[in-house]
Structure formats: structure tokens, C-alpha cells
């Protein structure tokens, strides 16, 4: 079902289409990356996850060729974008944190504007555009002005113009910031389709919880360190104390309940959820939701309510982004 | 003969000179295909148009759609129609006694009749045209911060140079569109109001003066443009570039009068006293683009102007008799040559200066 995109001969080779090696910025005192050493392959999602102020859009303006790196080296699809940032950025779609579009041309129009600037021809780029806004769903829109978009159209319209110039590579800077959760699940499978296209996408979010779902690896980056990288599930060795949560909600009596989820193996503790009487939190050393559910089954109390909270990346997320969370939540509640 | 024709070349080169200075960037951006060709998917034919052109067209687009365009026009339209007619009407009662002028239908431009109160056209040219300037520039680099629009601009293929680049190219020709339909509109109103037509070198005249027209509110768009660049709120910036304009134009002929006055004084009143505090006065007015405006416009425009200086001015006194009673072309291109390239550098530095600023400047605000 998914139209791929055209992709490159080397999209296809094993070289990676990100390499830094010790890559590092420095405002004066300040070090805005530190000895950054990132690989993403073509046909991978690489989610580069930290808190805000991490240094993420710094890397990001350093792999375009838009800010020079203080030492160290970036190779984009084998070329060094502080020397050659036009044959990089021909080839790297990038969309940009809280990207904007001329209010006043069509979303259309401001598609032409990119294929344009691209150089790509006009036959060419009309066919493309529309088959584009048919895939962001914003076919009915696209003679409208952008001004009358809603942030979420605005993002899907960001990924068609990132589009346009068929990358190789795509680089997101927080693609699900300041949108409803429909629309950060239409722009999440759109992101996943690009990478099942063949493009490489670098995603720089500090949402975990909303990224990591579409991502193959993600690196964890904190005060301009990449202090872990992986598949999702090795991190949780590295960074995770290995143990899980899971919530469930049985009828009473409680003790039942307690006495029958403890008997389960691998459950470490069971305790009740401080925030919700009716909850009880089962911590284990793995997954234990299907032998926890027979167990309270067969015990007489089938659970009404089994899930497992977060994962390791709860863990991670409490360790280093739990002060901009707090600040998130804040933002979100100011904004409803 | 030989002077003059060397004056004409020299003009030329100084055209070609400006040209050139814009056209670098796509040269710049020319060259990368070179580069571009290990790449392995170029998408780029080759003869695609040059980043800066495709930004310098849809600024300009933006531009004659705007709602500040089609106001300035209007204003500036009514202004020019107001003082054509004026002029006309006071040029209808001259010419029976001025036959045989033929600079009668240039004098539309600058001849304001004896009590009458309407200014002229390049009276309001000068007045006005760095408001056109300015309005064309000011939010020009912060406009597309605060939209969120650069970021994704110039993570296009094109140098970064093509942004402003663009930017100033795009006013540049919106300017010339508004000077050019304004010199129609007085020009037909004229030959409505007078019954004659302008000769050829009456148009080249008007032509030369266009360009003059072009560079001295190319100033002021590279000014606001400076402002747009420096200033991330596109009022602040509209402020400052307006207060930089109300400064020059209206402060500045009083600041070069009083340094006329300290470096040349005049207390004796004698000839040559009076001379050099004249002279002095005229040096310094240099740095004040309306003056040096206003007098390239008399001097293109009204033929029979020959001088600027004043002792060349005494001395022609002298030998009137030598002298045609009205200047050739060529001659007038040479008494403005000065304040010509005195606008040209004026522009070319306001430029430079907004250019630098915003190529250091990081793409993150």
C-alpha cells in the first residue's frame, strides 16, 4: 500500500548514511554537543531522544551543513556538509522544529516554492506534489491558504515538503510537538513509511513516549552526550534496572488479589497504586501479564483492567527527562 | 568630445559593475553540479535557475500582490498626478514664450509654477521613495524567523547568500515597477495637459533617471533590510529604519550646515570665505542620500543645470556666451557622475553591511 520512494544507489549499500565521529560544538564556555558519535543506516528510523536543550537542532544544523562543527567530523550520504552543504542538502529533506509556511500562498503553492528551489522541473513537480498531499491527506486543503491550517496539517504538509525533493535522508526535529494525538499518529506512519520507502530519517524528539514506537534505534541524548544507543530493547540493559511494572484492577477482596498475583514467578512486589486505590502495581523481573492473568483467573478475580506500565524507557524517561516533563505537563496544561 | 565620451563608458561599466555584484551568487550556485556529480541522483537539469532567482521571484510576486504595494502606488500615483498637473498647467502658461525649449516636457518632473503650493514629482520622489524602500525591506529576514520559514528555506539546496540576495533583487525590481508606471501615468498625463510628445533623449533622460531613482531607494531597502536582519521584531525594525530615513533627510542638511560652518567659517562674509564654506557645505552633504538625489535628479532632468559648483558656477557666469544654453546628454551624465557614484557606494555599503550580518548570523534564533 505504500507508494516507496525512489531511492538512490546508495541507499542500498551498507555504508551508513549518517557518520559523526566525535562531533562537537562549542558556544564559548558552553559545549553544545560533546564528541557525538552517531551511525544511521539507510531504511532505519534513529530516534535521537533528549530533553530539550539537549543539543539535538545543533546536531541537526551541523549534519546540514548549516553550522560548522568546532572539531570532530559529520559524513552525510559520504559527503562533509561544512565543505559540500549543497550536494548535502539536495538530498537531505529536513524539517525543521515548529516549521512555517507563507501564510498567505496555498499549501500547494508553498510545495512549488520548495520543488523550485530544488530545481526540479515543473511537469515534474506538479505530479509528485499532488501525489504527495494525497498521501499527507491534505488533498482537499491544498488550495487553501496555509494560514487556515491547524498545527497537525501544518506538520503533515512539513512532511510532503520534505518530500518533494525525494530524499535520501529525512531529518525530523520534533514532528509530534504542539499536535493532537490523532495527528501525531498520522504523522508517526507517515514517518515509518519513509523509512520502508529506503530513506534513512534521523527523528530528534523529546517525546519519548509518543517516538519510540516507529523507531528501530534509538540514542539517548542528554546535555550534548549520547549516553546510550541500541535497538529499543537492549537499552533497557544498559540503561534500565530490568524490572517492569505492571497495573492491574481485579474485583475484591483485595488480599485475594494480592496473595494470587504474588504467587506468580518473576513478581518481585505487589503493592497497591498510591495515586488509585482500586489499582494494584505488579513489579517483575520480565512480562508477566499473561501468567499474572491466568493466575488471577483461575483465583476467581479476572482482571478488568491488565497493562503494562511504560518499559524501560519509563525508567529512562524518569532518570533524565523527569524535569521536563514536569515543564511539559505545565505547557500542555497552559495550552488546554 | 573626449571627456564626455569617456564619461558615458564609464557609467556603462558602473551599470554592468552593479549587475555583476548580483550575479555572483549564481555563479556560486552554478558551480556545486560540478561537485554535485559524484552525487549519484541530481535532480537538477542542468540550466536550472540560480537559488537567488527562484527567491528573487517569489518575493517579487509577493510583493505587487501585497496590500503595502498597491497602497504605496496609490499614494504615490496621486502624489505624481497632483504635481503633474500643477506643473502642466503652470508650463501651459510658460511656453508660448519659452518655444523651442526642449526640455519643456521634462519640466512636468520639476517645475513647480510660481504660487502654486504643490510640490513636484521629485519632490515627492525624494520624500517618499524611502518609505517604498523601507516598506519592501523591513520584515524581510525577521518576517521569515518569526513565520518559522527560514529554517526550512535555507535547508533548500541554494547558498545561504541567495536568501538576502533574493530578497534585495526582488525590492530592487519592485521599485523599478512602481517608478516606471508612475513615469507613465505623469508622462501621459502630460501629453494630455501639454499636447507634446518627448523626444528620444527625453526618454533616455527619464530612463536615466530611473535608475537614479532605483539606487536611491535601494538604499533604504538595503537600510531596512540591515534593520530586518539585526531586529528580531519586524515593528522594531520598521522603526529604527524610518528613524534612520527621518534623521538623514530632514537633520542632515542642518548637521552639514553647521560643520560647514565650524570647518569653513564665514564671519567676514568675503567672496572667497563664502566660497569655501559652500564648498564645504557641498562635501558634506555628500553623506545625505536625498541631497545627493535630489541634485542628480535636477541635473538629469533639467538640462539647462550645468553645475553643481560653485566656483565652476561663478565661472561659467563669466563665460556664458561659450556655452550652449542647455546641456547634451552626455554633458548631464557627466555633472551627475559624482553623486551617481556617491548613491551607488551609499547603496553598495548599506547592502554589504546587511549582507555580512546576515550570513554570521546562526540560523537558530
Partial sequence: MAVAEPVGPTATGGAPAIKTRALTKRYGEFTAVDKLDLSVRHGEVFGLLGPNGAGKTTTILMLLGLSEPTSGSARVLDLDPARNPIAVKRRVGYLPDAVGFYGGMTGRQNLRYTARLNGIAKKEAEDHIDELLERVGLTNAANSKVETYSRGMKQRLG???????????????????????????????????????????????HLLHQVQQICDEVGIFVSGKLIASGAMDKLSSTLGTGSIEIEVAAPPPAENVRAAASKVSGVTSVEKDPRDPKMWVVRAKRDVRTDLARALVEAGHPPYHLRRRGDELDEIYRRYFADYAAEAAEAAEGAA | MTSQSVSLTATGATVRGRKRKNIRPEQGSVTPPAKAQSAPRDTRPAGIPAGWRVIAAKEFADHVSSIRFLVLTLILTLAAAAAVYSAAGGLRALAPSVSGAQSLFLGLFFYQPEGTSVPTFVYFTALLGPVLGIAFGFDGVNGERSEGTLPRLVSQPIHRDDVINGKFVAGLAAIAVIFMAMVAVVGAIGVLQLGILPGLEEVVRLLVWIVLAVVYVGLWLAVALLCSVVFRRAATSALVSIAAWLVLTLFAPLLVGVAADVISPQGGETLPELIANETTRRNLSFISPSQLFTESTRAMLDPSLKTFDVTAYLQLQFEERALPSVLSLDQSLLVVWPQFVGLVALTSGAFALAYVSFMRQEVRA
Fill in chain 1, 159 to 205: 512532511l510532503a515538503d520534505v518530500m518533494v525533493k525525494r530524499p535520501s535522508i529525512v531529518i525530523l526535529d520534533e514532528p509530534t510537538t504542539a499536535i493532537d494525538p490523532a495527528g501525531v499518529e498520522d504523522v508517526l506512519a507517515l514517518i515509518r513509511e519513509l523509512a520502508r520507502g529506503g530513506a534513512a530519517v534521523l527523528l530528534a524528539s
